[in-house]
């Protein structure tokens, strides 16, 4: 059986895959934290390895075990895979979830952690916005406000700044800011939130 097409075809959908996650974490490489960037890719590269290798494997299997053992390398392959994301940044990772959780001061502690080890705009960014939830907004913007300068381009900052600002009752700022989402680093779902907001806004000035 000729694995040659299957195996092309998995690491195109692994290229992809490796795109995406690039795409997510190009602030790392804004910021030069080049190491970091590559654990977020390790798991995606480990996995293209391991399929590069699925043809000498089973070039090596006999005709009656040709499935089971299809099946055993492929499902060993995405439990490594799995196993190695969730590896990935493990602070960072639970510094996540507290946040999703509405565990914010937790989320804050956590990425003031990561912040006296490696101060990555990112982690400037989300200790601003679990700060601007528990009501500290002037430290919430002391990190947002670096969190830009470190690094201009980072949409998710703005968005979280303008939220502060918008707070402290500095609107035509925080106008600015979400203005300036539109044309730096940023997703469709933070543009789509940046929109709600602006409009949000500009009807708080209208009453």
Known sequence: MNFLYPTLGALLILA?????????NRDLLRARAYGEFLVRLLPLLSTGVLVLGLPLIM??????????VL???LGGTAVLTVLMARLAAPEE??????????????????YERL????????????LGASLDILGEHRRALEATSQAIK??????IAYYNRASTLA?????ER??????TIFRVDSSRRLRRAARQALATLEKGWLT
């Not at 992809?16 to 997510?24: A, H, I, K, N, T």
């Not at 912040?115 to 400037?124: A, F, K, V």
Request: net charge positive; aromatic share 12%; hydrophobic share 40%.
């Open 150 to 155: 470190l690094d201009p381009k980072l949409g």
């Open 115 to 126: 912040l006296s080890r490696r101060p990555l705009p990112r982690y400037y960014s989300a």
């Open 167 to 171: 707070a402290l009752g500095q609107r």
């Open 71 to 73: 099946i055993a390398y």
């Open 59 to 68: 070039d090596l299997a006999t005709v009656e075990n040709t499935m089971p």
């Open 93 to 110: 990772r639970r510094a996540g979830a507290l946040f999703r959780s509405e565990e914010y001061e937790g989320a804050a502690a956590t």
């Open 174 to 179: 925080a106008h600015s800011d979400l203005q």
């Open 16 to 24: 992809g895959f490796l795109f995406f996650v690039g795409r997510q």
